[in-house]
């Protein structure tokens, strides 16, 4: 049944820019496949990173955000064409795969400096070593080229087809998070993940039965890097460049929020949460006004995890629960 309605969901998700295109006119359309729902996929492959450590590792690391930033700036730095020119004169071919290297190679740093941390001490020093980064990213000049930032980066042409448009952009968008989800969910039940599993339940029995902790807990972040750095490539072309604000503290608080709002309890709940956070950010002002747009989603956040600590995925799972008891009673 499972399988069934994640092949379903497949479907419909393949096949959205175009029911969208059916009921809505052209620019409509073209708006909510790439700034919604691109966007939210963007997005919702960083919070994964977050929820794959939370969930199967149970520690939740702040540097997620920041880890994507530098798979953006080691994409923009590379790249030819990108202003200002820092190194240059790789094409997309070679820059993409080099930034993914990059946030790897972060998120195993990152997981070797907070290897004997957990709770809210590994909260801090992930947030510590996230704000380090982007002060250094903010105040050099050479090689990230300060407060502005790196622009053009406007991504490579796929078989002809321009990367900018909205439907090749969602469809590469999305195919790449199948496959990460796809893998996230194939690793966590092989010998690694349920290792990893059996870390974050009793870290000591684990290590009495021979197996290394520390380097579990330092693969594990590498894998969540690898993860946030397909998505910070992804949010690198969509906004056409990158700047520190891309992982200054709002940004990283606003990927913890999504994570959350989904819920921790299934990778699938970074899309869900990070759905909810692209839509109210994009219609703030409609709904409210733009000015008070932290106010708007904190009231949303507040009213999801009072109703629901296990956040939108906790509420279906009550709504489960409650069918099948009704089911039962008759």
């Given amino acids: 049944m499972r399988r069934g309605l994640a092949i379903a969901a497949a479907l419909l998700l393949l096949a959205l820019p175009w029911l969208l295109h059916a009921v809505l006119p052209a620019n409509q359309a073209g708006f909510w ?9 963007v997005f919702g ?34 790249v030819e064409g ?6 240059g004169g790789a094409g997309y071919a070679l820059a993409i795969p080099l930034g993914v290297l990059a946030a790897t190679l972060m998120g195993l740093l990152v997981g070797a400096i907070a290897v004997r941390t957990r709770d809210i001490y590994l909260l801090m020093i992930t947030l510590a070593v996230s704000m380090g980064v982007f002060r250094f990213v903010e105040t050099n000049i050479t090689w990230f080229n ?3 930032g790196i622009r053009n980066v406007v991504g490579p042409s ?43 339940d009793n870290p000591r029995r684990v290590s009495a039965l ?36 891309t992982i200054g ?55 999801i995890v009072l109703a629901s600590p296990d956040g939108v995925l906790g509420v279906g799972a009550r709504l489960r629960r409650l069918l099948g008891r009704r089911a039962a009673d008759k």
């Fill in 210 to 245: 021979g197996y290394n902790v520390a380097l579990h807990r330092i693969a594990a972040f590498g894998v969540a890097g690898f993860i946030a750095g397909c998505g910070g490539v992804l949010a690198t072309i969509y906004n056409i460049g990158i700047s520190p604000g």
């Fill in 33 to 41: 496949t790439g700034n919604i729902l691109g966007r939210a996929l």
């Fill in 146 to 148: 300060g407060y502005e």
């Fill in 249 to 303: 503290l709002g940004a990283t608080v606003n990927v913890l929020i999504m994570a959350v709002i989904g819920g921790l309890g299934h990778p699938v709940g970074a899309f869900l949460g990070s759905l909810i956070f692209t839509v109210f950010d994009t219609f703030a002002a409609t709904i409210y006004d733009r000015d008070r747009f932290n106010t708007l989603i904190g009231l949303v956040f507040l009213v």
């Fill in 45 to 78: 492959i960083i919070a994964m990173s977050l929820t794959f450590l939370a969930t199967y590792g149970g520690f939740v690391s702040l540097a997620q955000m920041m880890i994507a930033g530098v798979a953006g700036y080691a994409l923009a730095i590379f």
């Fill in 82 to 87: 990108a202003v200002p020119r820092i190194v």
């Fill in 158 to 200: 796929l078989l002809g087809l321009d990367f900018r448009n909205p439907w090749v952009f969602y469809h590469v968008t999305l195919g790449t998070a199948v496959l990460l989800f796809a893998g996230v969910m194939y690793l966590v039940r092989s010998p690694f993940g349920l290792v990893l599993q059996g870390i974050r």
